[in-house]
């Protein structure tokens, strides 16, 4: 099963991240969560890793109606970036498949948000893909 789809940016992970954020924004999506895994895996494990971030992206509108359609699928959000350093000044932005993740909940409703979800992340995919 197929649950991402990624790019790669000729760009510092924090520069793909300004990108990616006015990408999602154009979309009407939101951040909601940030977490750090280079900084946790350091500070945790004492262990260095290339820079890695997962961003959760939200639109409160689709978030709802998965909510609505069944509460317990809220397991199921938001929808997951990640951005990972893979060498000097090269960003690899990997989005979730929506309908691969969402339709774990196998309910019409949320099958439809997710459908409709992952044709913003797509647009924000040809965003980014347009300054790569």
Do not use: H, W
Not at 38 to 43: P, S, W
Request: aromatic share 4%; with cysteine.
């Amino acid at each position: 099963m197929n649950y991402a789809f990624s790019l790669t940016l000729q760009l510092p992970i924090t520069q793909a991240k300004e990108q990616l954020l006015t990408a999602l924004q154009a979309q009407k999506l939101g951040i909601v969560s940030e977490i750090n895994v280079q900084a946790i895996v350091q500070n945790k494990l004492n262990v260095e890793i290339s820079p890695y971030l997962i961003l959760g992206a939200y639109a409160p509108g689709l978030a709802k109606r998965v909510i609505d359609a069944d509460p317990v699928a809220g397991v199921l959000l938001p929808c997951n970036i990640v951005l990972q350093q893979i060498a000097e000044n090269v960003t690899t932005i990997s989005f979730m498949d929506a309908p691969a993740v969402l339709g774990l909940a196998e309910q019409s409703e949320i099958n439809q948000v997710a459908a409709e979800a992952q044709v913003l992340l797509e647009k924000v995919g040809e965003n980014l893909r347009s300054i790569a």
